[in-house]
């Protein structure tokens, strides 16, 4: 494995939350562009080192972000993402098993994966919003 290859897995294996490709190129050695970053992750994502999902943020914008394999434990799992201050919370692994096979049962259909993750208000932000109304 190329040095980039080692050096994005180990930031992805480190993060607490997803990260974006831009993100990933200021946090790794300033001797990656951002073009070696995209093919890396293209490189991880495909040989099962990571995994992503595209968020759509109202504030942020559209963008792929980037989570290790290993981080989540060898399993497909699932994100909160806070529209106000875009932090990520792990929902940990993939509860959703029986739902996606009644899915399959009831529509003759076979699911080979799946995207979930939710968007809306965190804990904190939440309480800072009930703060400002109670303040009025």
């Not at 939350?17 to 190129?25: D, F, H, K, V, Y």
């Not at 989570?67 to 929902?91: M, N, P, T, V, Y």
């Not at 699911?111 to 009025?136: M, Q, V, W, Y």
Request: charged share 20%; with cysteine.
């Amino acid at each position: 494995m190329t040095k980039a290859r080692m050096a994005v897995l180990a930031l992805l294996s480190e993060a607490t939350r997803p990260l974006c490709a831009s993100e990933i190129a200021g946090l790794v050695d300033s001797q990656y562009d951002l073009a070696t970053i995209y093919r890396t992750l293209h490189y991880l994502e495909d040989h099962d080192f990571a995994d992503s999902f595209i968020l759509h943020c109202s504030v942020h914008g559209t963008e792929r972000y980037y989570s290790s394999i290993e981080k989540a434990g060898a399993c497909h799992h699932h994100w909160f993402h806070c529209e106000q201050c875009h932090r990520f919370i792990d929902l940990g692994g993939c509860n959703l098993e029986n739902l996606l096979r009644t899915y399959e049962k009831e529509n003759g259909i076979v699911i080979t994966d799946h995207t979930f993750f939710l968007t809306g208000i965190c804990p904190e932000c939440n309480a800072s919003k009930l703060e400002r109304i109670t303040d009025i």
